[in-house]
């Protein structure tokens, strides 16, 4: 989630918002650090620090801080034991904050940073019983920072090749997860009218060139509504070496297609690599949506490995508070 946008808007909208943010984590707990809401003074929000007595909790205390105005930072050290009615055993420290339209120059920095995508590091210190932030230069904290958070959105790449049935149908599916997709079909009017905040629907002119533009990390779904075409995409992507490579289709498929690939002197263990059909094996449902629940699946799998392999949590870790 974009907190500093959210909290612009709604800073410009109703004057002020708060932000709650997961300050510390010890133990289990619902949410990891520096997952965050922002609320508006109504009590609306949107984000979530894990649901359950202790966001109903916090959301009260937000509230009352938002109906006395711009104030103090406020940190809440709660167990999440029987007294919280919640038993995930851990304990947390919540930051709760209020702005107004005096913060709305500080704000709008981080949000323009917020705006180019990826993760960025904050230092931060209490002054005067609110928190200063400054944009993090560098791996070790600058003299005087007290603690350390993550914002931004670490979104994975996604290009789906292919605007049929399954392939918008994926495109819904992967809307509200942390993917960025370039859906691409070469087509004319292939593309439903509107497309999610989080895709890009572009006329394909040239797949290998595609292909050769994308990053190395991308995790590529190849669907298209020709099978020549599938192969040309398919062999180019497994050329590449991409973490994930997923063909539409069947077994029998996957055997011709294995050949051909033999044939162009595709090394076995990128051949071998192919994800095909694509989804989780024990999915046999072809309904379009069935499809892209299981592949979705996969692919949260897929960027969930590839995340603990760079020892990386879902959210990079900020250091110790």
Same mark, same amino acid.
């Given at each position: 989630?974009?907190?500093?946008?959210?909290?612009?808007?709604?800073?410009?909208?109703?004057?002020?918002?708060?932000?709650?943010?997961?300050?510390?984590?010890?133990?289990?707990?619902?949410? /990891?650090?520096?997952?965050?809401?922002?609320?508006? =003074?109504?009590?609306?929000?949107?984000?979530? %620090?894990?649901?359950?007595?202790?966001?109903?909790?916090?959301?009260?205390?937000?509230? /009352?801080?938002?109906?006395?105005?711009?104030? *103090?930072?406020?940190?809440?050290?709660?167990?999440?034991?029987?007294?919280?009615?919640?038993?995930?055993?851990?304990?947390?420290?919540?930051?709760?904050?209020?702005?107004?339209?005096?913060?709305?120059?500080? %704000?709008?920095?981080?949000?323009?940073?917020?705006?180019?995508?990826?993760?960025?590091?904050?230092?931060?210190?209490?002054?005067?019983?609110?928190?200063?932030?400054?944009?993090?230069?560098?791996?070790?904290?600058?003299?005087?920072? /007290?603690?350390?958070?993550?914002?931004?959105?670490?979104?994975? =790449?996604?290009?789906?090749?292919? #605007?049929?049935?399954?392939?918008?149908?994926?495109?819904?599916?992967?809307?509200?997860?942390?993917?960025?997709?370039?859906?691409?079909?070469?087509?004319?009017? #292939?593309?439903?009218?509107?497309?999610? @905040?989080?895709?890009?629907?572009?006329?394909?002119?040239?797949?290998? @060139?595609? %292909?050769?533009?994308?990053? @190395?990390?991308?995790?590529?779904?190849?669907?298209?509504?020709?099978?020549?075409?599938?192969?040309?995409?398919?062999?180019?992507?497994?050329?590449?070496?991409?973490?994930?490579?997923?063909?539409?289709?069947?077994?029998?498929?996957?055997?011709?297609?294995?050949?051909?690939?033999?044939?162009?002197?595709?090394?076995?263990?990128?051949?071998?690599?192919?994800?095909?059909? %694509?989804?989780?094996?024990?999915?046999?449902?072809?309904? *379009? #949506?069935?499809?892209? @629940?299981?592949?979705?699946?996969?692919?949260?799998?897929?960027?969930?490995?590839?995340?603990?392999?760079?020892?990386?949590?879902?959210?990079? =870790?900020?250091?110790?508070?």
């Amino acid at each position: 989630m974009r907190v500093w946008r959210q909290l612009t808007d709604l800073i410009t909208r109703h004057g002020v918002a708060a932000l709650i943010s997961v300050h510390d984590v010890k133990g289990s707990a619902p949410r /990891e650090k520096d997952a965050r809401m922002v609320v508006r =003074p109504d009590g609306a929000f949107h984000g979530t %620090i894990g649901g359950g007595q202790l966001e109903f909790l916090m959301l009260d205390i937000a509230r /009352e801080m938002l109906s006395a105005g711009r104030g *103090p930072a406020r940190i809440v050290d709660q167990a999440l034991g029987p007294d919280l009615g919640q038993c995930c055993g851990g304990r947390v420290k919540i930051l709760i904050e209020t702005f107004d339209k005096r913060d709305l120059d500080d %704000i709008a920095a981080f949000a323009e940073t917020e705006g180019l995508g990826g993760l960025f590091d904050l230092e931060c210190r209490m002054d005067n019983g609110r928190v200063r932030r400054e944009l993090a230069s560098e791996a070790d904290a600058s003299p005087g920072a /007290e603690w350390r958070e993550t914002h931004g959105e670490d979104r994975t =790449p996604v290009l789906i090749f292919g #605007a049929g049935h399954v392939g918008r149908a994926l495109v819904l599916a992967l809307a509200p997860l942390p993917f960025v997709v370039r859906w691409l079909d070469d087509r004319e009017d #292939a593309f439903p009218s509107h497309v999610p @905040a989080n895709a890009s629907a572009i006329r394909m002119k040239s797949p290998e @060139a595609e %292909i050769a533009e994308a990053g @190395a990390d991308s995790l590529i779904l190849v669907m298209t509504h020709d099978h020549p075409l599938d192969m040309a995409i398919t062999a180019a992507a497994l050329r590449r070496g991409f973490p994930y490579v997923g063909l539409i289709g069947s077994a029998t498929k996957r055997a011709r297609f294995e050949k051909r690939f033999r044939e162009l002197g595709l090394p076995q263990e990128r051949i071998t690599s192919l994800v095909c059909p %694509i989804g989780l094996p024990d999915i046999a449902d072809k309904d *379009p #949506a069935v499809i892209a @629940a299981s592949v979705v699946a996969q692919l949260l799998q897929i960027r969930e490995r590839r995340q603990l392999d760079r020892n990386l949590s879902p959210l990079r =870790p900020s250091g110790d508070t």
